[in-house]
């Protein structure tokens, strides 16, 4: 404390409207919270945890994901039952504001020592937690919204089973992609399947070629634990990847309080 009070007395002594922006330094595992609303009638989604940086262990240059889990079973009932408070509490401040509207909610949150922490709001779902939250809902989605959208609060049944998505980049990603990579042809089952889902890629004649994106496939794994979701993504990402690039750490935080 001592050093950052000395550093802004030097800041302001070198021009005393300089702008300065302070944060808060916050340790601890962030985690993913969304939900479908209409007004204050709230479906929320199990809870999510999404991988940014680019390289394992959480090295090198942020990302826009490099991986999602959920179920994320590292967080407690009690910090899932937070959780879900925070989110209340949004929309009905939202109400008490007279900001009534409908869509999707995303949450970034942290769960540090003296509680969870709000990190961000977006108005939509997140990518790639998408890939591992919508699967886990046993209801039709349309029929979920039309009811949420016609003054009722639907009740979801979740499948019970846990995700794992790895997202295969670039290799030169997150820097520019300057020449375009072969992307290997999937199979049709895993066409029909909903577990290879392209986002940036291009037809050229027969083949598939990465396109202006980054990040080029996800590839989802479902088991009956998250170990089980991991070993069929990498599978996945091991016969498609080619020169694209993934992470195989996804999880780890999970995988860590297994053995914790």
């Not at 300089?18 to 916050?26: R, S």
């Not at 990402?237 to 020169?243: F, I, N, P, S």
């Amino acid at each position: 404390m001592t050093q950052a009070q000395d550093r802004l007395h030097q800041l302001y002594a070198e021009d005393s409207a300089m702008p300065l922006v302070l944060e808060e330094y916050l340790v601890g595992q962030e985690a993913s919270v969304m939900a479908f609303f209409a007004d204050d009638r709230l479906v929320i989604l199990p809870l999510s945890q999404d991988y940014k940086r680019r390289f394992s262990g959480d090295a090198g240059p942020n990302t826009g994901g490099m991986g999602a889990i959920s179920p994320a079973p590292q967080f407690t009932s009690e910090e899932q039952a937070a959780a879900k408070r925070l989110m209340q509490a949004t929309v009905t401040g939202m109400m008490t504001d007279d900001m009534r509207g409908c869509g999707v909610i995303y949450m970034g949150l942290i769960f540090t020592a003296a509680g969870p922490k709000i990190l961000e709001y977006n108005m939509r779902l997140g990518d790639p937690e998408t890939q591992v939250l919508l699967p886990q809902i046993q209801e039709d989605l349309y029929t979920v919204l039309t009811t949420l959208m016609a003054g009722e609060t639907p009740r979801i049944t979740l499948n019970g089973r846990y995700y794992l998505t790895l997202v295969m980049v670039h290799p030169q990603y997150p820097g520019a992609t300057d020449r375009a990579v072969r992307v290997k042809i999937p199979e049709p089952k895993d066409l029909t399947s909903d577990i290879w889902l392209p986002a940036a890629v291009d037809v050229d004649e027969a083949h598939l070629l990465t396109s202006a994106g980054g990040r080029v496939v996800d590839v989802v794994g479902c088991g009956a634990t998250l170990r089980d979701a991991q070993l069929v993504a990498e599978q996945l990402a091991d016969q498609y990847a080619g020169e694209l690039a993934y992470r195989r750490d996804i999880g780890y935080h999970a995988f860590h309080m297994e053995h914790a």
